[in-house]
């Protein structure tokens, strides 16, 4: 998948799950007071992701980081990269 | 001791959303009841029916509090936001620590259990878990969800006596007002259908496959041609409230809670027990203070089972005699379980505002085991000042309460 294609599966994805509005899925949203979530989303956000990307990202310790929308694409563009490397 | 008032009622029911549809659904005398066809699906279960919820898919409640919602506690929800919309009770107070939630159900949500295990069961892992698994199944979820949606701070019960759930709810939360720990209540049953209810009445030979090509005809209370049980969903809520303190801010009251009685019958755990149902109903008359004939109507439980029906046929005539009309709503809404208390005292509520008693549907020839009490079969316009209301489960519970009317 080409970096559009998964920021744009990442982006459906948690519309789905969390019934966002298309309009509110820009890079500064703040995940939190931007798009409504709140840690038990947070839970949930890392098992979607894992299930429509294949890849695993719970215990990563970069989840901490993330504020918005755009921190959540560049790390799960960094797990791509990193997971690809890796095999 | 405390008075206990009616200050809301609010019904999710077979018939759809809202006090007025269940009642006109009743008083029309309308059937619910359909054949759901993906028990077709099903092995090892004969039964087709069943009474749906139409047009409820809780999406109006914001997401965020609905992801711990599973169907019944989006039933009870809903049906808690039109009892408490009635009773127009000031919103600063629901934090108060005095206002609390009494919501059963028969059992957590199958429907998310089922979509779980059957993902789980692939490779017995739990890492496509998601956290409200456990807020949509844990037993008080109904009850929680309806504290939480509102913000009642008060006591958190959720009983669970199967067919007895919504009545006892409405027991415990009078006595709460009663006794003075709590100043109101939201209180009732709720369920969600699942193929598992319906199959486990059929497995005890209690549930209606006769009539599966005429769905309306199924479910017939006290008749001599009823096969058993049509399983249903629905929630009803009901807000009760210190008496005194309703007076005093205006509030209309609909009714009273004057009695109540539930106790248990260990001789079977399945078998319903005629005596036992009796002494229930003495101990919730003795609670209220009345006399057997005092009572003007008794809704009954009667789920059109066999055994079930006969034994508070007698029951009742025992303790009432033959001239107290008696009636059973299942005929129209097949049996919603832990929520027919609720709304099944909701109905008896609206009859005696209304002043007619809806007779029990499909009730077309009596059985002569069921003969004795006067179960009628006509709409029947009549003053009623206090009536009785019977729920039995499964379990050996017996549960009644005494609704006096407020003219």
């Known amino acids: 998948m080409t970096d559009a294609e998964i920021i744009s599966l990442v982006n459906d994805s948690l519309i ?4 966002l509005e298309s309009s509110v899925m820009v890079l500064e949203a703040e995940i939190f007071a931007d798009l409504g979530l709140d840690s038990l989303d947070i839970v949930d956000m890392v098992v979607v992701l894992e299930g429509a990307l294949g890849i695993k990202i719970r215990d990563d310790a970069g989840l901490r980081e993330i504020r918005t929308l755009g921190d959540i694409h560049q790390f799960i563009l960094q797990k791509k990269r990193e997971t690809e490397a890796a095999s | 001791m405390r008075r206990v008032a009616v200050t809301g009622m609010g019904a999710v029911s077979p018939f759809g959303r809202g006090v007025t549809t269940l009642t006109s659904g009743l008083v029309e005398g309308r059937s619910a009841i359909k054949v759901l066809a993906e028990l077709k699906e099903y092995g090892g279960m004969r039964t087709r029916l069943a009474a ?8 109006e409640i914001p997401r965020g509090k609905r992801r711990s919602m599973s169907k019944q506690s989006i039933f009870a929800v809903l049906a808690a936001r039109e ?8 919103e600063t107070e629901y934090g108060s620590g005095r206002y609390g939630v009494v919501v059963g159900t028969t059992i957590s949500s199958l429907e998310t259990s089922e979509s779980f295990f059957a993902d789980h069961f692939r490779d017995k892992s739990f890492s496509r878990m998601k956290t409200s698994l456990f807020f949509k199944t844990m037993n008080h979820s109904a009850a929680a969800n309806v504290a939480h949606f509102f913000g009642l701070e008060g006591r958190l019960l959720a009983p669970a006596a199967a067919c007895a759930t919504g009545c006892q709810a409405l027991g415990y939360a009078y006595e709460m007002i009663v006794s003075g720990v709590q100043d109101v209540m939201v209180c009732g049953g709720t369920e969600e259908f699942h193929p598992l209810s319906a199959a486990t009445f059929d497995l005890m030979n209690a549930a209606s496959f ?9 479910s017939r209370p006290f008749d001599r041609e009823r096969d058993g049980v049509v399983c249903g969903e629905g929630a009803g809520v009901l807000v009760l409230e210190d008496w005194q303190s309703a007076k005093e801010r205006g509030a209309e009251i609909l009714a009273e809670i004057s009695g109540f009685a539930t106790l248990t019958e260990t001789g079977s755990i399945a078998e319903p027990s005629s005596a036992a149902m009796q002494r229930c109903m003495v101990l919730a008359l003795a609670d209220a203070g009345v006399e057997a004939r005092s009572i003007n109507y008794i809704n009954a439980h009667a789920t059109a ?3 079930g029906d006969i034994a508070e046929a007698q029951a009742l005539f025992g303790l009432f005699g033959d001239q107290i009309p008696v009636s059973s709503l299942k005929g129209h809404l097949g049996h919603t379980l832990a ?3 609720g709304l099944e005292t909701i109905a008896t ?5 209304r002043g007619e008693l809806i007779p029990t549907r499909n009730l077309n020839d009596i059985d002569p085991r069921c003969q004795g009490p006067r179960i009628f079969t006509a709409i029947e316009k009549q003053t009623t000042s206090l009536a009785l209301k019977n729920n039995f489960a499964l379990g050996g519970v017996n549960c009644s309460l005494v609704i006096r009317a407020v003219h």
């Not at chain 2, 009892?83 to 000031?90: G, T």
């Not at chain 2, 509520?349 to 505002?353: L, S």
């Open chain 2, 305 to 307: 089972t066999k055994k």
């Open chain 2, 83 to 90: 009892a408490l919309a009635q009773a127009a009770l000031s």
């Open chain 1, 16 to 19: 789905e799950e969390f019934e």
């Open chain 2, 210 to 218: 006769r009539y599966n090509d005429r769905p309306e005809l199924a």
């Open chain 2, 52 to 59: 749906l919820v139409p047009g409820v898919d809780g999406k």
């Open chain 2, 349 to 353: 509520i609206e009859m005696m505002r």
């Open chain 2, 339 to 341: 929520a027919c208390g």
